[in-house]
């Protein structure tokens, strides 16, 4: 049976931010509200957390993570960035999207993209994970939460989403929010010009972005 953590989504209390770090810390893999859709995920350093992941969403080993930071310091830190998508980036975040970027010498190799060496880059607008990360000193590693024995449906609630993710993780942690229907914007940032790999949350504002950086850009 996994705890059930309840944080302000706005003013998370400090006390109980330092109960799910030192559980992060202690190897837990646990369930985070995102300014999107929950995520699972673990310190990026759990080697044991990662596997534990991938075996619960039922990924393939070439799949490509995601790293959840809180600021533009650790995007140029985990990713290589061009000076157009850094001031691309930097324009976007915090806010719902996820950068795929060459990965640097800090990222681990079993999070990157086998083949393309790449890494999946996020900071949301969530005070909660702000705060988790800021307090944690590094990032964490995150995916969709997803179960492949519910795949396509929706969580009607967090009551809903508890039952069914709690046999699988160490930590729920409840903003107590209504959950949110739509996923990230997904942005490949790998090539001269941007592909939209997936279109989600923030696309207005992307688009503004773009056109403010003067960047042209493909969708698949």
């Known amino acids: 049976m996994s705890d059930r953590i309840k944080l302000h989504p706005i003013t998370p209390h400090q006390q109980r931010v330092f109960e799910v770090v030192d559980r992060l810390r202690a190897g837990a893999v646990v369930l985070i509200p995102t300014d999107s859709q929950y995520a699972l995920a673990c310190m990026f350093s759990n080697k044991k957390g990662v596997d534990r992941i991938r075996n619960i969403r039922n990924l393939p080993?070439?799949?490509?993570?995601?790293?959840?930071?809180?600021?533009l310091n650790g995007v140029?830190?985990?990713?290589?960035?061009?000076?157009?998508n850094f001031k691309?980036?930097?324009r976007l975040i915090p806010g719902?999207?996820?950068?795929v970027l060459p990965g640097t010498k800090e990222v681990p190799k079993l999070l990157m993209?086998?083949?393309r060496k790449t890494?999946?880059?996020k900071v949301p607008d969530h005070a909660i994970c702000q705060k988790i990360i800021q307090e944690l000193g590094e990032p964490l590693m995150a995916v969709?939460?997803?179960?492949?024995?519910r795949e396509g449906q929706e969580y009607l609630d967090t009551n809903d989403l508890y039952?069914?993710?709690q046999p699988h993780i160490d930590v729920f942690i409840d903003d107590e929010l209504p959950l949110q229907s739509m996923a990230t914007t997904v942005v490949d940032l790998t090539n001269e010009e941007p592909i939209i790999l997936r279109k989600g949350e923030g696309m207005d504002n992307l688009e503004v972005a773009f056109a403010y950086t003067d960047m042209d850009y493909n969708e698949i």
Do not use: Q, V
Request: net charge neutral; charged share 30%; proline share 5%.
């Open 119 to 121: 890494i999946g880059i």
């Open 144 to 149: 969709t939460a997803k179960l492949p024995d």
């Open 76 to 84: 140029s830190r985990f990713g290589k960035l061009s000076d157009a």
């Open 163 to 165: 039952d069914a993710f």
């Open 61 to 71: 080993k070439d799949h490509m993570f995601t790293l959840i930071i809180d600021g």
């Open 88 to 90: 691309l980036i930097r």
């Open 113 to 115: 993209h086998e083949r």
């Open 96 to 99: 719902p999207y996820t950068f």
